[in-house]
């Protein structure tokens, strides 16, 4: 089995900073891209950051700037740090991985739980 668990969320003011982390546990031989989403109420989950391959992010262009996505590979644990945060910030963040659980299997898709992010006054 394999588990991402996420944390850090919470209630911010417009402005402020928040940083995520989601730590991967269970038999994981690889883990290869790692990534954030969110999710908005009434809209469909978005990409936000992800680090597809070593050295290489990829930013959704409203976050550009001001968050910034980064890996513990020895703690199996990928962060996104928020900063100037804003309100249509506001959303669920979900922790993504491609993660091979042995030598010999493929990629399998992960999720997280989800950590609520509230930007609000």
């Known amino acids: 089995q394999v588990q991402l668990v996420e944390s850090g969320g919470g209630l911010v003011q417009p402005g402020g900073s928040l940083r995520l982390s989601c730590v991967a546990s269970?038999?994981?031989?690889?883990?290869?891209?790692m990534g954030w989403y969110r999710q908005a109420p009434g809209k469909q989950r978005e990409l936000v950051a992800a680090?597809?391959?070593?050295?290489?992010?990829n930013y959704a262009d409203s976050v550009k700037g001001r968050f910034t996505i980064s890996r513990d590979n020895a703690k199996n644990t990928v962060y996104l740090q928020m900063n100037s945060l804003k309100p249509e910030d506001t959303a669920v963040y979900y922790c993504?991985?491609?993660?091979?659980?042995?030598?010999?299997?493929?990629?399998?898709?992960?999720w997280g739980q989800g950590t609520q992010v509230t930007v609000s006054s």
């Open positions: 993504n991985a491609a993660i091979q659980r042995f030598s010999s299997s493929i990629n399998l898709n992960y």
């Open positions: 269970g038999t994981i031989f690889r883990i290869n891209a």
């Open positions: 680090m597809p391959s070593a050295g290489s992010t």
